[in-house]
């Protein structure tokens, strides 16, 4: 890998970490505000070895890299941690670290080779030439066994694109690329069958051999896979070391640490060293022994020598300096903001289950509104003609809004799991992604509004002025923007996609139901009256009524009245004011802004991810 790095190493002394005390265990007695999941944890990674993290389930082996690795977002961290001896700050640590999830989150429409370049154009620095990025992804590519599929979409995990084994070896390359000297692996070969697991293991191998360091965290791995680890940090309940140090050949010497404690029974030949490990150093062998491994191993010789380690490295060799970048990030707002529209651009256009699924359903929605309402915009003898013309324009954008907002949710939902990635990752900032997947619907719903507006209005037979035409699709355009922008905040202020549909389908029968078409402005309460104001469907019904009916000077039949003139029958009714054309047009165009910003600022500064 043709790249410089600078290798680090990175040692740590005395790590403890808390959580709030869970409210059951409170209810169960227990007094203490916090609970402690790592005790008083040291030990070192170094260049050129890889490091597995071990022990049984709910040790605390994750908990450990994800604290070393910066991404905890709730808890308590408390002790020493230091980069080649210099303490580490955490947005500096981000630009030369990768941390690969046990859980492999990408693009589902990028290919393996797009989703390399995206993260190498973000990644790496503004001094190294554009070609070269690309040169550099074609290296990752081949020392990952990548390259015969390069031009694959990744798809969705279990359904389409890359098997498991596949998306671990690109989640391994996506952080590669951008040249870290450090790389924590959560679980490499969780989920893999002992084929796949070899062929991840070989892709960490070749990683550790490029000189980088390297920290996984493994549960129960085959012999062959847990002798490819050159040193060990074991962990037992409770978030305590039992052992930390060099395997050796076979795991020599691991098995001859723990064979010299009185009582623990021999590894026998046929044996794995990993299996054999664990249930040797159970919390059911420590009752039976009446031992603690933790305490054996804070007096053992091994502990003392990873101590001098630990001191070793947390002292700066002179001639070096502390890491330090000008930016929190590689690349500047503007290229963040291009690169990720890049980004949604390829992803839109490889998106038929959303683009065609809205951009066909605008078109039967169209046809078959048309088609009911077939030159209805002729018939305007008298007022229950006239409320069916104003009940077929309102109905028809209304039910393309709606199908926008529900349609866009799952993308956004998806696209927001990979952005909590790539952004823990310091890839970008929020601003630049969410602005990115706000101006790429642009296009996309302006040509759905431009058919749809003349199919429609064609077919509804409304008065062909140049205008009218005009004003028509102006407030259909922007009314399906904001019903878009609306879906995409939804899904912002949710936890889930699931409840993102649930309150934008609550929320939207309230709109429907204060837009003045079911009940005229004039008979709300005037407790409702304020709703009324803010709510966005009430003035696209004010703006598509007031441009086809303010110059309309035709008699209408009202039973029970005198005749009337159209226009002044409809003012009347809906309680309108023509005066309000500019203001509509601001106002609409105001709430899809609103909706956006909302988006952008919830994307940036809530987030419900929990580490």
């Keep these: 890998m043709g790249l410089p790095f600078t290798p680090l190493a990175m040692s740590f002394n005395e790590v403890n970490y ?271 022994l009446e031992t603690n491994f933790a305490d054996i191993y804070k007096k053992s010789t091994l502990h003392q020598r990873n101590m001098a380690l630990v001191r070793e490295l947390s002292k700066p060799k002179p001639g070096t300096c502390d890491l330090y970048f000008r930016t929190q990030y590689a690349q500047s707002g503007y290229s963040q903001f291009k690169i990720c529209l890049w980004k949604y651009r390829c992803i839109y256009w490889r998106s038929p289950d959303y683009n065609l699924s809205r951009l066909v359903m605008t078109l039967v929605t169209a046809l078959l509104l048309g088609s009911i309402f077939w030159k209805i915009g002729q018939r305007r003898g008298n007022s229950q003609d006239l409320m069916s013309v104003i009940g077929a324009m309102f109905l028809a954008v209304v039910f393309i809004g709606f199908s926008n907002c529900s349609t866009v949710q799952p993308l956004i939902a998806t696209e927001r799991a990979v952005f909590y990635r790539e952004n823990s990752a310091g890839m970008y900032s929020a601003l630049p992604y969410a602005l990115s997947l706000v101006v790429i619907e642009i296009p996309y719903v302006l040509c759905q509004a431009v058919y749809y507006t003349v199919i429609v209005y064609y077919m509804m037979s409304f008065q062909w002025t140049a205008l009218k035409f005009l004003w028509f699709f102006l407030i259909s355009f922007i009314s399906f923007l904001y019903f878009t922008y609306y879906g995409m905040m939804s899904v912002a202020v949710s936890p889930s996609l699931q409840v993102a549909g649930i309150c934008s389908a609550s929320i939207f029968f309230l709109l429907e139901l204060f837009s003045g078409f079911f009940i005229p402005k004039l008979e709300l309460p005037v407790w409702w009256v304020w709703f009324y104001w803010i709510n966005p469907l009430s003035w696209t019904l004010y703006g598509l009524i007031v441009t086809q009916y303010n110059d309309v000077y035709d008699l209408l039949k009202v039973p029970g009245q005198e005749d009337q003139q159209i226009r002044e029958y409809v003012m009347n009714h809906f309680g309108y004011n023509d005066d309000y054309e500019g203001i509509m047009a601001v106002v609409l165009v105001g709430f899809a802004v609103f909706f956006a910003f909302v988006y952008t600022l919830c994307i940036r500064y809530w987030s419900f991810q929990r580490r």
């Design 18 to 288: 808390y959580v709030d005390m869970p409210p059951a265990m409170k209810e169960q007695g227990v007094t203490e505000d916090r609970l402690q999941l790592l005790r008083g944890i040291s030990g070192t990674i170094r260049p050129g070895i890889l490091t597995a993290l071990m022990g049984e389930s709910g040790a605390g082996k994750t908990t450990l890299m994800d604290v070393l690795a910066g991404r905890k977002t709730c808890g308590y961290i408390e002790g020493d941690i230091r980069m080649s001896g210099y303490s580490k700050n955490q947005s500096t640590f981000a630009r030369v670290s990768g941390y690969c999830e046990q859980f492999d989150i990408h693009s589902p429409q990028l290919t393996v080779k797009e989703s390399l370049v995206f993260s190498a154009l973000f990644r790496l620095p503004n001094e190294i030439d554009i070609q070269e990025k690309y040169r550099f992804a074609d290296e990752v590519m081949e020392l990952v066994e990548l390259n015969n599929l390069k031009d694959a979409l990744v798809g969705f995990p279990g359904v389409t694109g890359l098997s498991t084994e596949q998306r671990k070896r690109l989640t391994i390359a996506v952080e590669l690329v951008a040249n870290p000297s450090i790389i924590f692996m959560d679980e490499p070969t969780s989920g893999l069958d002992a084929r796949a697991a070899a062929i991840v293991m070989r892709t960490v191998r070749n990683t550790v051999n490029t000189g980088r360091t390297v920290a996984c965290t493994i549960h129960q791995p085959s012999i062959e896979i847990f002798e490819s680890f050159d040193e060990l940090l074991l962990l037992k309940r409770g978030g305590l070391v039992i052992y930390s140090g060099p395997l050796g050949q076979s795991s020599e010497k691991l098995i001859t640490y723990f064979e010299a404690i009185p009582g623990v029974q021999k590894m026998t030949d046929e044996g794995n060293p990993a299996v054999w490990m664990l249930e040797a150093t159970s919390l059911a062998t420590e009752g039976r």
